[in-house]
């Protein structure tokens, strides 16, 4: 087996290995039910309501050259016919503690069958992983499966992050927003990643900013709100992504060079209020939960940061 840097060509083979995990492929209808239908019916816009980029080859191939010219990091693992049985997908961070320097694992997956091939996509990261000093991944605590082979390689629990959901409402706070469409992720580097941290900070940024999708009409057409904002002294970056399948719904991520703070919730909630949502999913840490209070319905689901130092 040979692990080698992912060429633009190889998009629709990932996708592949990504949509062999998809048990079922459904079509919402105008009722709320849904109905199966086979993958070649869908669009390409209900193809990537069941995963994102890698469920079709031509978003798949947006992605991929993103990550090529320098947003992350793409790896393949071939088979002695040259066939591609695995892939892993990682962003170099740059955090504040307890994160710090580090890869971060966003994706590792084999093609079902192949014996060995999560350990020789694992020994690569490890390897690349050597040049920064440690490696992370996010896993549900649910995932057993998942958690025991990170266990194995000797990752440990570094943070974690709960499902909340609050409604907006008109603060009494001061603060100042302006759209921000400035893509660069030098501006988050050593920041915080207060709010949506289910991927590592570079990932989410990667996901949500820069307009990777801008020609993909429907994807495009999803609002995201991408605002610079100051609350009572403290700088916040902030993008506000409208839920799927409920326009009143959004959730928010955020990054700062200072802890959350009750000011800044203040701020987020009257904004999104203004702004017509009614309510904000806002995955957060023990100190998220503390401020949002009685206010906040938590959700069962917890995910968690393992990491490791290489």
């Not at 193809?47 to 079709?56: F, V």
């Not at 649910?142 to 943070?159: A, I, K, L, P, Q």
């Not at 030098?186 to 990643?193: L, P």
């Not at 403290?234 to 839920?243: G, I, P, S, T, Y």
Request: charged share 25%; aromatic share 10%; with cysteine.
């Amino acid at each position: 087996m040979n692990v080698r840097r992912a060429r633009l060509e190889d998009a629709q083979s990932i996708g592949q290995l990504f949509r062999a995990h998809i048990e079922r492929w459904q079509r919402m209808l105008a009722d709320g039910s849904v109905e199966d239908v086979p993958y070649e019916k869908l669009t390409l816009y209900e193809q990537w309501q069941h995963g994102g980029a890698w469920m079709n080859t031509y978003t798949a191939t947006l992605w991929l050259s993103h990550l090529l010219r320098g947003a992350g990091i793409a790896r393949v693992l071939e088979d002695h016919e040259g066939q591609i049985i695995g892939y892993w997908e990682g962003f170099v961070n740059e955090e504040a503690a307890p994160f710090g320097k580090h890869i971060h694992i966003a994706h590792l997956l084999t093609l079902a069958g192949y014996a060995e091939t999560r350990d020789a996509l694992m020994h690569d990261i490890l390897r690349e992983g050597a040049a920064v000093g440690r490696v992370s991944v996010n896993s549900a605590a649910y995932d057993e499966d998942r958690n025991v082979f990170y266990h194995r390689y000797g990752f440990e629990t570094v943070s974690s992050v709960r499902r909340h959901t609050v409604p907006t409402q008109v603060g009494q706070g001061f603060y100042r927003t302006t759209e921000h469409p400035n893509p660069d992720a030098e501006q988050i580097r050593h920041m915080h990643m207060l709010l949506g941290r289910i991927g590592s900070s570079r990932q989410q940024w990667e996901t949500v900013w820069p307009g990777v999708w801008d020609a993909v009409m429907e994807i495009a057409a999803e609002p995201v709100h991408r605002l610079r904002c100051s609350a009572s002294g403290q700088e916040a970056l902030l993008a506000f992504r409208q839920d799927l399948f409920n326009s009143r719904t959004a959730e928010i991520l955020c990054w700062s060079n200072k802890p959350f703070t009750s000011t800044l919730l203040i701020a987020l909630r009257d904004w999104a209020h203004r702004a017509n949502y009614r309510s904000l999913i806002i995955w957060g840490d023990e100190a998220v939960t503390k401020l949002l209070g009685s206010d906040a319905d938590i959700a069962p689901q917890k995910i968690t940061t393992l990491a490791r130092e290489v």
